[in-house]
């Protein structure tokens, strides 16, 4: 059981149906269209993408001026962010990414750098 959760926590599967007389040719491409979820490929988001996205996630924050986003800008020295905003800009980026930031972690991302950082470096980021 432990030897599959850390196999499905490695990989992603698309969801498709199979009928028998396609079987093969759907395997086929099932198989080609697995993206592994390793961190030694480049199945990592572009960097590039991360940050537009990431920027976007803060300057839609209702308490931030979009005019004072940057990709260095820190949440509270340069936002005026408390840390229940923060904390509700790091929930906005886990449900953008569609990942889970662990609570260690979540407390580290203070500035828009350490989130897109902590961001392109996650496999299951999305």
């Excluded at 592994?36 to 199945?43: A, I, K, N, R």
């Excluded at 990431?54 to 408390?82: E, R």
């Excluded at 229940?84 to 203070?110: G, Q, S, Y």
Aim: aromatic share 4%; glycine share 4%; net charge negative.
């Amino acid at each position: 059981m432990a030897l599959r959760a850390a196999i499905l926590r490695h990989i992603r599967v698309p969801a498709q149906t199979a009928t028998l007389d396609r079987s093969r040719s759907l395997a086929w491409s099932l198989c080609n269209s697995i993206r592994s979820m390793s961190s030694h490929g480049d199945d990592h988001l572009d960097r590039e993408e991360v940050m537009g996205r990431v920027l976007d996630i803060v300057k839609s924050f209702p308490k931030v001026d979009p005019s004072k986003v940057t990709p260095d800008v820190h949440f509270q020295k340069d936002l005026g962010l408390d840390s229940l905003d923060i904390v509700e800009i790091v929930m906005a980026l886990e449900e953008e990414f569609k990942l889970e930031i662990p609570d260690k972690e979540a407390d580290k991302i203070d500035s828009c750098p350490l989130a897109i950082a902590y961001i392109a470096n996650h496999p299951m980021a999305g």
